[in-house]
């Protein structure tokens, strides 16, 4: 058994190479360093076995063609959208108006951050989360078993940086992507809304879709994917999230106890509910990549991550009564950060410590 200085030495040196994972992989390793070896009990839950025939189901697809001029569709798209969201809280969506080149080019930019030059992209590497665009391994490494990505992330509303912020490779396509993605993310508070039996707005009067930051994710492939994960299981610390995955896949969600691929759909995104948007937040993690080539998905979490964020959220007043009393306290984001933060730690849910 390794002891847990090792460990430290190992993440810091690790953090200091400012080349993530992929610079692993670049260099030509063979093995994982056990810094990234899965917990005993999460290597079991790798090898579980699959779910029986009857629940080999997969989280609905949901097509949103014509909701903004056909109510009966839109009532039909708002049934649906409730149910899968109390259900899986997961769920894809098609036709949902974002050209598929804009998707492609947000893949590919994302792809262009993590491949150019490591020297390039050194600069951007920080633990300081709260810096309007990071690059970093793992915001966790330090304290948990890392997994086989790297990430980068930007924080795009309420306060978006300028292009000149941004790395040149894909500061454009990102500015681009995420303002499609504010305009879906208030189609979908508007359906959730109704889908709660609330006016469309209500959603997004409570701020819902102030706060905006984007992640790309890059998988490097994993020469041993049996050790570890690509991300652990976790629920997201946003309202919802929307999700662009590449076709390699990996992506999986509990359901009724078992783990179930979320496959790639063509044109599709991927949406879930968070910790922050009480239908169900559901566990959820990617296997570590298999295939040869890096897998890429980038991610739009309506919330704020790492940063302070004194808005306060709490119990919709509407939805309640005696029969469905308040579950859950009034917090303000910051609360819930570095609860979030400090969860990763002890490794337990962040939402239960709020319980009234
Ligand atoms: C996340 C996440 C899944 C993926 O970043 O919170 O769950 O497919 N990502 O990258
Ligand atoms: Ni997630």
């Not at 894909?170 to 208030?186: P, Q, R, T």
């Not at 359901?255 to 179930?260: C, E, N, S, V």
Request: aromatic residues 10%; contains cysteine.
């Amino acid at each position: 058994m390794e002891s847990s200085t090792d460990r430290s030495t190992q993440a810091k040196a690790f953090d200091e190479t400012k080349t993530g994972v992929k610079g692993l992989v670049d260099s030509g390793i063979t093995k994982i360093p056990s810094m990234f070896h899965a917990s005993p009990v999460t290597l079991a839950s790798m090898q579980a076995p699959p779910p029986p025939h009857h629940k080999q189901l997969t989280i609905p697809t949901i097509d949103l063609k014509g909701v903004s001029v056909d109510m009966t569709k839109r009532r039909n798209v708002v049934e649906k959208m409730g149910e899968a969201a109390e259900k899986w809280g997961f769920f894809q969506v098609v036709n949902h108006g974002i050209p598929e080149d804009v998707l492609e080019r947000m893949i590919e930019g994302t792809r262009g951050f993590h491949e150019q030059d490591p020297e390039a992209k050194k600069k951007f590497y920080t633990r300081d989360y709260a810096r309007k665009f990071h690059y970093t391994s793992n915001f966790d490494v330090l304290t948990s078993p890392g997994g086989w990505r790297d990430s980068l992330a930007c924080y795009t509303a309420p306060d978006p940086p300028s292009l000149d912020e941004l790395p040149p490779i894909f500061g454009e396509i990102m500015m681009e992507y995420s303002k499609k993605m504010m305009n879906l993310g208030e189609l979908l508070f508007e359906l959730l809304s109704e889908a709660l039996g609330l006016s469309p707005n209500h959603l997004k009067d409570m701020d819902c879709t102030k706060f905006q930051v984007m992640f790309g994710q890059y998988y490097p492939p994993c020469p041993e994917p049996n050790l570890t994960l690509g991300i652990y299981k976790h629920t997201d610390f946003s309202f919802i999230t929307i999700l662009l995955q590449d076709k390699i896949g990996g992506l999986q969600v509990l359901h009724d106890q078992y783990w179930i691929d979320v496959p790639h759909v063509p044109g599709a995104l991927v949406i879930n509910i968070g910790d922050l948007l009480q239908f169900i937040s559901v566990e959820h993690r990617v296997i570590a990549n298999r295939s040869i080539k890096p897998r890429i998905s980038v991610i739009c979490f309506f919330s704020t991550f790492m940063k302070e964020n004194p808005q306060v959220y709490g119990p919709i007043k509407e939805l309640l009564s005696e029969q469905n009393p308040a579950k859950y306290r009034d917090i303000t984001l910051t609360e819930f950060s570095n609860m979030f933060r400090s969860s990763v730690v002890i490794d337990t849910p962040p939402l239960p410590h709020f319980k009234m």
